[in-house]
């Protein structure tokens, strides 16, 4: 626990510097292209529309689930499926592309991931807000449930902060990791809940219990409860247990090796 004590005081110290690199490269990312940050959502949403044909007109052809629209109960999920995507694999990059630069200058490496978050986290508030005004298009109102909103989110960050952590020591350990990892990614887009119903799919039961499982499902079908009011996050003590112990267990692991061997990183590039 002291390694997880130690690298969370360093992104708590850091909180400064963690904004400000995130903005700078956010602008830098998109400097040279005509539109500049036009397309921090114009990209997601031309991936919405062809998500939408593909599944929603096509897979499941214009019909509701659970009495709600496809297109609001997909955004909902696609839309942090974005955001994780984004923070996952640029997150296991992010030591590996800067611990050269980074080791010259007086800020721990360890904060390398949540710039990258952070950084992710502006284009994501920005689709988040075209979400809210898309809601109401479809008869979905705020209730009370929205706050909850507020619990997944801190999930949802806690997760990939933890994930990438762990992930970006051992991308530097192994370089082939990175690349097993986005075919990893591409099949949890599927199996993460962001555009099926996995209880409607007709799964046997057994596999659906498994599906539930996974951390991402965990915040994304939170999120589909708290705006479509469907329940609370404590109607579900059991999954709400499992996801805190897979985030705990990811940052203790990945703090471990993490400041194990962060002062060999330079040998290992």
Known sequence: MNSVLMIIKEQINNVGIISRVSKYEEKATYQSHYLGLIWQFLNPLIQIGIYYLVFGLGVQRGRSIGGVPFLP??????????????????????????????SKMKFP???LPSINITSNLISYGWMMVILLLALPLFGIYPTIYWLQYFYYLICMIAFLFAFSILNATITILIRDYHIMLQSIIRL???????????ESRGFPDWLVRLLQLNPIYYFIDG?????????????????????W???????????????????RFIDFI
């Open 188 to 198: 949890l887009f599927y199996l993460s809940g962001a555009i099926w119903d996995i």
């Open 223 to 243: 999120f589909r409860d708290s705006f479509l009011s469907r329940q609370w996050f404590w109607e579900k003590p059991t999954l709400t247990l499992i996801f």
């Open 73 to 102: 109960w997909m955004l909902i999920g696609v839309i942090a499926w974005f955001f994780v995507n984004a923070s996952i694999i640029g997150g296991s990059n992010s030591i590996y592309q800067k611990v050269s630069m980074v």
């Open 245 to 263: 112990g897979i985030v705990l267990f990811l940052l203790i692991v990945g703090s471990h090796i993490h400041l194990k061997f962060r002062a």
């Open 109 to 111: 490496v360890s904060i």
